[in-house]
Protein backbone atom coordinates (compact mmCIF):
# COMPACT_ATOMS: atom_id res chain seq x y z
CA UNK A 1 0.00 0.00 0.00
CA UNK A 2 3.25 2.34 0.48
CA UNK A 3 3.74 2.43 -3.39
CA UNK A 4 0.01 3.96 -4.06
CA UNK A 5 -0.07 6.44 -1.41
CA UNK A 6 3.50 7.88 -2.38
CA UNK A 7 2.15 8.11 -6.02
CA UNK A 8 -0.98 10.09 -4.73
CA UNK A 9 1.22 12.25 -2.42
CA UNK A 10 3.23 13.31 -5.33
CA UNK A 11 0.06 13.67 -7.31
CA UNK A 12 -1.83 15.75 -4.96
CA UNK A 13 -2.61 18.61 -7.53
CA UNK A 14 -4.62 15.93 -9.40
CA UNK A 15 -6.32 14.95 -6.20
CA UNK A 16 -6.95 18.83 -4.85
CA UNK A 17 -8.45 19.33 -8.55
CA UNK A 18 -10.18 16.37 -8.72
CA UNK A 19 -11.53 16.80 -5.32
CA UNK A 20 -12.80 20.80 -5.87
CA UNK A 21 -14.69 19.60 -8.95
CA UNK A 22 -16.58 16.56 -7.07
CA UNK A 23 -17.20 18.91 -4.05
CA UNK A 24 -18.62 21.97 -6.22
CA UNK A 25 -20.73 19.09 -8.45
CA UNK A 26 -22.16 17.91 -5.24
CA UNK A 27 -22.97 21.64 -4.11
CA UNK A 28 -24.60 21.97 -7.43
CA UNK A 29 -26.50 18.96 -7.17
CA UNK A 30 -28.16 19.71 -3.86
CA UNK A 31 -28.88 23.08 -4.75
CA UNK A 32 -30.29 21.84 -8.24
CA UNK A 33 -32.52 19.60 -6.13
CA UNK A 34 -33.42 21.95 -3.85
CA UNK A 35 -34.42 24.18 -6.77
CA UNK A 36 -36.86 21.61 -8.25
CA UNK A 37 -38.34 20.67 -5.30
CA UNK A 38 -38.70 23.75 -4.03
CA UNK A 39 -40.49 24.08 -0.12
CA UNK A 40 -40.98 20.29 -0.30
CA UNK A 41 -37.34 19.63 0.56
CA UNK A 42 -38.03 22.34 3.91
CA UNK A 43 -41.10 20.74 4.50
CA UNK A 44 -39.61 17.21 4.39
CA UNK A 45 -37.17 18.40 6.75
CA UNK A 46 -39.66 19.70 9.23
CA UNK A 47 -41.22 16.31 9.00
CA UNK A 48 -37.70 13.99 9.86
CA UNK A 49 -37.15 16.55 12.90
CA UNK A 50 -40.33 16.60 14.40
CA UNK A 51 -40.28 12.83 13.94
CA UNK A 52 -36.71 12.78 15.66
CA UNK A 53 -35.29 10.43 12.73
CA UNK A 54 -31.75 11.93 13.49
CA UNK A 55 -32.45 10.96 17.32
CA UNK A 56 -33.34 7.41 16.32
CA UNK A 57 -30.36 6.86 13.65
CA UNK A 58 -28.08 7.84 16.44
CA UNK A 59 -29.35 6.01 19.28
CA UNK A 60 -29.28 3.24 17.12
CA UNK A 61 -25.79 3.57 16.50
CA UNK A 62 -24.70 4.55 19.99
CA UNK A 63 -26.81 0.98 21.24
CA UNK A 64 -24.79 -1.05 18.59
CA UNK A 65 -21.34 0.46 19.82
CA UNK A 66 -22.24 0.15 23.23
CA UNK A 67 -23.25 -3.53 22.46
CA UNK A 68 -27.14 -2.52 23.78
CA UNK A 69 -29.10 -2.64 20.91
CA UNK A 70 -32.74 -4.34 20.92
CA UNK A 71 -33.69 -5.97 17.40
CA UNK A 72 -37.20 -6.34 18.85
CA UNK A 73 -37.14 -2.76 20.09
CA UNK A 74 -35.38 -0.90 17.06
CA UNK A 75 -37.98 -2.94 14.35
CA UNK A 76 -41.52 -1.50 16.25
CA UNK A 77 -39.38 2.30 16.45
CA UNK A 78 -38.86 2.17 12.61
CA UNK A 79 -42.46 0.67 11.54
CA UNK A 80 -43.46 3.17 13.55
CA UNK A 81 -41.54 5.63 12.34
CA UNK A 82 -41.94 5.08 8.87
CA UNK A 83 -45.88 4.64 9.28
CA UNK A 84 -45.86 8.35 10.57
CA UNK A 85 -43.51 9.72 8.27
CA UNK A 86 -45.77 8.13 5.49
CA UNK A 87 -48.65 9.66 7.00
CA UNK A 88 -47.04 13.38 7.02
CA UNK A 89 -45.87 13.32 3.44
CA UNK A 90 -49.71 12.22 2.09
CA UNK A 91 -50.96 15.61 3.77
CA UNK A 92 -48.21 17.17 1.98
CA UNK A 93 -48.89 19.28 -1.51
CA UNK A 94 -46.12 17.51 -3.86
CA UNK A 95 -45.38 18.89 -6.76
CA UNK A 96 -44.77 17.67 -10.61
CA UNK A 97 -48.15 15.79 -10.20
CA UNK A 98 -47.58 13.59 -7.30
CA UNK A 99 -45.25 11.81 -5.58
CA UNK A 100 -44.76 9.37 -8.17
CA UNK A 101 -43.35 11.76 -10.53
CA UNK A 102 -41.37 13.26 -7.43
CA UNK A 103 -39.55 10.29 -7.05
CA UNK A 104 -38.76 9.71 -10.80
CA UNK A 105 -36.97 13.39 -10.67
CA UNK A 106 -35.16 12.47 -7.84
CA UNK A 107 -33.92 9.14 -9.31
CA UNK A 108 -33.22 11.50 -12.33
CA UNK A 109 -30.93 13.89 -10.27
CA UNK A 110 -29.28 10.77 -8.63
CA UNK A 111 -28.42 9.49 -11.70
CA UNK A 112 -26.94 12.28 -12.98
CA UNK A 113 -24.74 13.29 -10.32
CA UNK A 114 -23.55 9.36 -10.59
CA UNK A 115 -22.87 9.71 -14.39
CA UNK A 116 -20.92 13.70 -13.64
CA UNK A 117 -18.95 12.73 -10.67
CA UNK A 118 -16.68 10.16 -13.22
CA UNK A 119 -16.42 13.34 -15.40
CA UNK A 120 -12.50 13.55 -13.92
CA UNK A 121 -11.74 9.73 -13.73
CA UNK A 122 -10.37 9.50 -17.17
CA UNK A 123 -8.03 12.86 -16.61
CA UNK A 124 -6.76 12.22 -13.41
CA UNK A 125 -6.57 8.30 -14.54
CA UNK A 126 -4.41 9.81 -17.79
CA UNK A 127 -2.08 12.19 -15.56
CA UNK A 128 -1.48 9.22 -13.12
CA UNK A 129 -0.42 7.55 -16.20
CA UNK A 130 2.26 9.53 -18.06
CA UNK A 131 3.85 10.22 -14.52
CA UNK A 132 3.99 6.32 -13.88
CA UNK A 133 5.09 5.70 -17.36
CA UNK A 134 7.44 8.65 -17.70
CA UNK A 135 7.75 11.27 -14.70
CA UNK A 136 6.35 13.95 -16.48
CA UNK A 137 3.52 16.18 -15.96
CA UNK A 138 0.93 17.55 -18.42
CA UNK A 139 -1.60 19.80 -17.19
CA UNK A 140 -4.76 18.62 -15.75
CA UNK A 141 -7.36 21.03 -17.93
CA UNK A 142 -4.91 19.92 -20.81
CA UNK A 143 -5.94 16.05 -20.15
CA UNK A 144 -9.79 17.39 -19.93
CA UNK A 145 -9.90 18.86 -22.58
CA UNK A 146 -8.14 16.14 -24.45
CA UNK A 147 -10.28 13.21 -23.53
CA UNK A 148 -13.52 14.67 -23.54
CA UNK A 149 -14.99 11.69 -25.76
CA UNK A 150 -12.74 8.97 -24.14
CA UNK A 151 -14.30 10.63 -20.56
CA UNK A 152 -17.69 10.53 -21.92
CA UNK A 153 -18.15 7.41 -22.77
CA UNK A 154 -16.40 5.89 -19.79
CA UNK A 155 -18.72 7.91 -17.88
CA UNK A 156 -21.66 6.31 -19.48
CA UNK A 157 -20.27 2.61 -19.34
CA UNK A 158 -19.19 2.96 -15.77
CA UNK A 159 -22.77 4.33 -14.39
CA UNK A 160 -24.79 1.98 -16.76
CA UNK A 161 -22.66 -1.27 -15.37
CA UNK A 162 -21.80 -0.34 -12.01
CA UNK A 163 -24.99 1.97 -10.45
CA UNK A 164 -27.43 -1.08 -10.93
CA UNK A 165 -24.99 -3.08 -8.92
CA UNK A 166 -24.87 -0.74 -6.26
CA UNK A 167 -28.36 -0.60 -6.05
CA UNK A 168 -28.38 -4.37 -6.06
CA UNK A 169 -26.11 -4.56 -3.18
CA UNK A 170 -28.20 -1.81 -0.89
CA UNK A 171 -32.00 -3.21 -1.69
CA UNK A 172 -30.27 -7.03 -1.20
CA UNK A 173 -28.86 -5.91 2.17
CA UNK A 174 -31.92 -4.12 3.29
CA UNK A 175 -34.22 -7.34 2.05
CA UNK A 176 -32.11 -9.75 3.86
CA UNK A 177 -31.70 -7.71 7.14
CA UNK A 178 -35.52 -7.33 7.12
CA UNK A 179 -36.25 -10.99 6.22
CA UNK A 180 -33.99 -12.36 9.14
CA UNK A 181 -34.53 -9.43 11.81
CA UNK A 182 -38.64 -10.25 10.99
CA UNK A 183 -38.71 -13.86 10.59
CA UNK A 184 -36.12 -14.80 13.41
CA UNK A 185 -35.40 -11.88 15.66
CA UNK A 186 -31.82 -12.12 14.87
CA UNK A 187 -29.37 -9.49 15.53
CA UNK A 188 -28.59 -8.92 12.18
CA UNK A 189 -27.42 -5.11 11.83
CA UNK A 190 -23.54 -5.89 12.20
CA UNK A 191 -23.57 -9.05 9.95
CA UNK A 192 -25.34 -7.50 7.26
CA UNK A 193 -23.23 -4.12 7.18
CA UNK A 194 -19.90 -6.39 6.95
CA UNK A 195 -21.53 -8.06 4.18
CA UNK A 196 -23.09 -4.71 2.27
CA UNK A 197 -19.57 -3.43 2.92
CA UNK A 198 -17.85 -6.72 1.59
CA UNK A 199 -19.52 -7.01 -1.48
CA UNK A 200 -19.37 -2.96 -2.14
CA UNK A 201 -15.78 -3.78 -1.95
CA UNK A 202 -15.84 -6.46 -4.51
CA UNK A 203 -17.95 -4.34 -6.93
CA UNK A 204 -15.10 -1.89 -6.77
CA UNK A 205 -12.47 -4.40 -6.77
CA UNK A 206 -14.40 -6.27 -10.25
CA UNK A 207 -14.29 -2.88 -12.20
CA UNK A 208 -10.78 -1.89 -10.82
CA UNK A 209 -8.96 -2.30 -13.94
CA UNK A 210 -11.75 -0.50 -16.36
CA UNK A 211 -10.14 3.01 -15.78
CA UNK A 212 -6.49 2.18 -16.68
CA UNK A 213 -7.76 -0.08 -18.90
CA UNK A 214 -9.33 2.46 -21.15
CA UNK A 215 -6.87 5.27 -20.24
CA UNK A 216 -3.61 3.09 -20.97
CA UNK A 217 -4.80 1.23 -24.23
CA UNK A 218 -5.63 2.47 -27.91
CA UNK A 219 -8.66 1.81 -29.25
CA UNK A 220 -12.35 1.99 -28.26
CA UNK A 221 -13.77 2.58 -25.02
CA UNK A 222 -15.98 -0.09 -24.98
CA UNK A 223 -13.10 -2.74 -26.16
CA UNK A 224 -10.58 -1.38 -23.38
CA UNK A 225 -13.76 -1.27 -20.55
CA UNK A 226 -14.39 -4.97 -21.47
CA UNK A 227 -10.76 -6.15 -21.06
CA UNK A 228 -10.69 -4.48 -17.36
CA UNK A 229 -13.47 -6.20 -16.49
CA UNK A 230 -11.61 -9.61 -18.26
CA UNK A 231 -8.52 -8.85 -16.12
CA UNK A 232 -9.25 -8.19 -13.16
CA UNK A 233 -10.14 -10.99 -11.69
CA UNK A 234 -6.78 -12.20 -12.46
CA UNK A 235 -5.39 -10.29 -9.66
CA UNK A 236 -8.14 -9.98 -7.49
CA UNK A 237 -7.66 -10.36 -4.08
CA UNK A 238 -4.33 -7.96 -4.36
CA UNK A 239 -6.83 -5.00 -5.16
CA UNK A 240 -9.69 -6.27 -2.81
CA UNK A 241 -7.54 -6.21 0.72
CA UNK A 242 -6.00 -2.86 -0.43
CA UNK A 243 -9.64 -1.37 -1.36
CA UNK A 244 -11.08 -3.29 1.68
CA UNK A 245 -9.05 -1.36 3.71
CA UNK A 246 -9.75 2.34 2.25
CA UNK A 247 -13.51 1.54 2.40
CA UNK A 248 -13.83 0.52 5.96
CA UNK A 249 -11.70 3.83 6.60
CA UNK A 250 -14.47 5.38 4.87
CA UNK A 251 -17.26 3.71 6.80
CA UNK A 252 -15.31 4.46 10.27
CA UNK A 253 -14.82 8.42 9.19
CA UNK A 254 -18.92 8.84 8.29
CA UNK A 255 -20.06 6.77 11.51
CA UNK A 256 -17.76 8.54 13.59
CA UNK A 257 -18.73 11.52 12.20
CA UNK A 258 -22.99 10.95 12.70
CA UNK A 259 -22.44 9.56 16.01
CA UNK A 260 -20.12 13.13 17.31
CA UNK A 261 -21.14 15.65 14.80
CA UNK A 262 -24.85 17.74 15.04
CA UNK A 263 -24.16 20.56 12.96
CA UNK A 264 -25.66 19.27 9.34
CA UNK A 265 -22.78 21.26 7.37
CA UNK A 266 -19.56 19.74 9.15
CA UNK A 267 -21.39 16.03 8.96
CA UNK A 268 -21.86 16.39 5.22
CA UNK A 269 -18.20 18.10 4.67
CA UNK A 270 -16.58 15.22 7.09
CA UNK A 271 -18.23 12.21 4.91
CA UNK A 272 -18.00 13.37 2.09
CA UNK A 273 -14.29 15.41 1.37
CA UNK A 274 -11.61 12.92 3.10
CA UNK A 275 -14.00 9.96 0.92
CA UNK A 276 -13.36 11.97 -2.22
CA UNK A 277 -9.41 11.89 -1.46
CA UNK A 278 -9.72 8.37 -0.29
CA UNK A 279 -11.25 7.37 -3.60
CA UNK A 280 -8.61 9.25 -5.56
CA UNK A 281 -5.98 6.81 -3.38
CA UNK A 282 -7.92 3.91 -4.49
CA UNK A 283 -7.69 5.23 -8.41
CA UNK A 284 -3.85 4.48 -7.42
CA UNK A 285 -4.00 1.70 -5.89
CA UNK A 286 -5.57 0.20 -9.26
CA UNK A 287 -2.98 1.72 -11.57
CA UNK A 288 -0.06 0.75 -9.68
CA UNK A 289 -2.06 -3.01 -9.83
CA UNK A 290 -2.52 -2.58 -13.23
CA UNK A 291 1.14 -2.20 -14.08
CA UNK A 292 2.09 -4.98 -12.20
CA UNK A 293 -0.36 -7.03 -13.69
CA UNK A 294 1.86 -6.38 -17.01
CA UNK A 295 4.71 -6.48 -15.80
CA UNK A 296 4.96 -2.71 -16.95
CA UNK A 297 7.80 -0.93 -14.90
CA UNK A 298 6.97 2.35 -13.15
CA UNK A 299 7.58 5.62 -11.46
CA UNK A 300 5.88 6.03 -8.40
CA UNK A 301 7.97 9.07 -6.78
CA UNK A 302 9.55 11.76 -8.65
CA UNK A 303 13.04 10.04 -9.73
CA UNK A 304 15.60 13.36 -11.76
CA UNK A 305 16.82 11.69 -15.02
CA UNK A 306 19.89 12.51 -16.60
CA UNK A 307 19.34 14.30 -19.82
CA UNK A 308 15.79 15.21 -19.42
CA UNK A 309 16.06 18.45 -18.54
CA UNK A 310 15.04 20.23 -21.39
CA UNK A 311 11.83 18.02 -21.45
CA UNK A 312 11.03 19.20 -17.72
CA UNK A 313 11.60 22.75 -18.91
CA UNK A 314 9.09 22.15 -21.32
CA UNK A 315 6.32 20.55 -19.13
CA UNK A 316 6.87 23.63 -16.45
CA UNK A 317 6.34 25.83 -19.28
CA UNK A 318 3.44 24.31 -20.64
CA UNK A 319 2.21 24.00 -17.02
CA UNK A 320 2.55 28.35 -16.64
CA UNK A 321 0.57 28.58 -19.84
CA UNK A 322 -2.13 26.40 -18.82
CA UNK A 323 -2.54 28.86 -15.82
Not at 38 to 48: K, R, T
Not at 106 to 112: A, G, K, P, R
Amino acid sequence: MLKPLILASRNWKVLLKSLVYQTLLLALMVALGYLVFGNLVDEIAVIIRDNNVGDFLSDAVNSIVSGEFDSNAFSSRLAELIADIRESIASLNIPFGGATMSYVLFCVIFVLYRLFVSLTDVAAACQLEEFMTSNAERPFTWFVIKKQGVTWKFALLQTAFALPLDLLIIFGCIGFYLLFLIAFNWWTIIPVAIIGLLFYVARLTLFSFTLPSVVCNEGSVRMAFKQGLARSPLRFWHVFWKTLVVVALIAVIAVLSFMFVDNAIVKTVLTTVPSFALYFYIKCVNMVEYFRFDDRPFFYKRVEIEGTDRYKRKADKANRSAR
